[in-house]
């Protein structure tokens, strides 16, 4: 361990962070043109009827129908129990269910499961995700997290960052991030200390790394995506992009342990742990009259999409 943490020290610093600001429609649009990249926004939904249309609707108008910068909104719809899917699809998404994506591979529930599924779903050579809770979202998000990758060849991952308000306070959110995934990348993880907000939700990639790494199926794929691009490719391909304040649902204290759990696995996996063979990851809790309640955490890990047959096979197909 001693020398992995070693070898994890010597590597280079990510790029200066910028301003979403920096990156306006025209200049992404004439970038596209001369890069001809194509782009792919994704949210992974489960149960946000509330926020999704919105959310889909702003990008459709500005980013689609007034400058020519997306190619397609993909909703990956788990299961969800309200109106997500109708909304969405109103708002101009493909929506696709997580179960019809690949299903030979399993399915299951768990946002990066999402998001790695998503890999096979969506056509674009960047993939942009977005949170589907946002309830202050303005395109500035998605123009922030795909600006670098249009206009720097070099950049292969944009990781946004902001403010988080939490109950009428200017800060305080991200209290995950504050008392476990810092705490965590201190001790372990020194290469992700310049990270402003490890765990933020908002980020983009080139597709040729994001098909290159596993992604945790639950809520440690932030940290993993990471720790294991770093590591493949080097901290000096990821850009960090400030998207200014952002407001999500807010989870309470007692949901936020089940997070906490995910992400402490996933760290302890890259540290050479397996999380399932301390306590086949469950978080227990008793409660003062002595009853107990164990929750399963979902700690699994889904390999490179390039290793999936039946993804290699689309990609390869001339009609896709
Ligand atoms: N498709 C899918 N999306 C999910 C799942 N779990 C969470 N999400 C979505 O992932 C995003 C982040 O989840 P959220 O509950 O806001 O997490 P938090 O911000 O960390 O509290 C939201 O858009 C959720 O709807 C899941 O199991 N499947
Ligand atoms: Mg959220």
């Known amino acids: 361990m001693e020398s992995l943490r070693r070898r994890l020290r010597q590597v280079t610093p990510p790029p200066v962070p910028r301003h979403h600001s920096s990156f306006s429609p025209e200049a992404l649009e004439e970038a596209r043109k001369e890069t001809g990249l194509t782009v792919s926004l994704c949210l992974p939904a489960r149960n946000e009827a509330s926020t999704v249309g919105e959310i889909v609707s702003t990008v459709r108008r500005t980013l689609i129908d007034r400058y020519d910068i997306i190619d397609e909104i993909v909703v990956i719809d788990d299961g969800s129990e309200d109106s997500t899917a109708a909304a969405a699809a109103e708002a101009g998404a493909r929506v696709v269910s997580e179960s019809s994506i690949l299903p030979k591979t399993g399915h299951g529930p768990g946002k990066g499961n999402a998001l790695w599924k998503s890999l096979h779903a969506c056509s674009g050579d960047l993939i942009c995700w977005v949170d589907a809770d946002i309830r202050n979202f303005n395109e500035h998000f998605v123009t922030g997290l795909i600006g670098p990758l249009l206009t720097d060849p070099t950049i292969g991952f944009v990781k946004g960052f902001y403010q988080r308000p939490i109950s009428g306070e200017a800060s305080g959110g991200g209290r995950v991030t504050e008392l476990v995934a810092r705490p965590l990348?201190?001790?372990?993880?020194?290469?992700?200390?310049?990270?402003?907000?490890?765990?933020?939700?908002?980020?983009?990639?080139?597709?040729?790394?994001?098909?290159?790494?596993?992604?945790?199926?639950?809520?440690?794929?932030?940290?993993?995506?990471?720790?294991?691009?770093?590591?493949?490719?080097?901290?000096?391909?990821?850009?960090?992009?400030?998207?200014?304040?952002?407001?999500?649902?807010?989870?309470?204290?007692?949901?936020?342990?089940?997070?906490?759990?995910?992400?402490?696995?996933?760290?302890?996996?890259?540290?050479?742990?397996?999380?399932?063979?301390?306590?086949?990851?469950?978080?227990?809790?008793?409660?003062?009259?002595?009853?107990?309640?164990?929750?399963?955490?979902?700690?699994?890990?889904?390999?490179?999409?390039?290793?999936?047959?039946?993804y290699l096979d689309q990609r390869r197909d001339p009609q896709f």
Do not use: C
Request: charged share 25%; aromatic share 8%.
């Open 185 to 310: 990348i201190s001790l372990l993880f020194p290469q992700l200390t310049q990270f402003i907000q490890p765990l933020s939700g908002e980020y983009a990639g080139r597709r040729e790394i994001l098909e290159s790494i596993p992604f945790a199926k639950g809520w440690g794929v932030e940290f993993g995506l990471l720790v294991d691009i770093i590591e493949k490719y080097g901290a000096e391909v990821i850009a960090q992009v400030d998207l200014g304040v952002r407001e999500h649902r807010n989870r309470p204290l007692d949901q936020l342990s089940l997070q906490a759990t995910a992400i402490i696995a996933t760290a302890l996996r890259r540290v050479g742990l397996d999380p399932a063979s301390i306590n086949e990851a469950e978080l227990t809790r008793f409660t003062a009259d002595y009853s107990v309640e164990r929750i399963e955490i979902e700690t699994g890990e889904r390999p490179p999409m390039q290793s999936i047959a039946a």
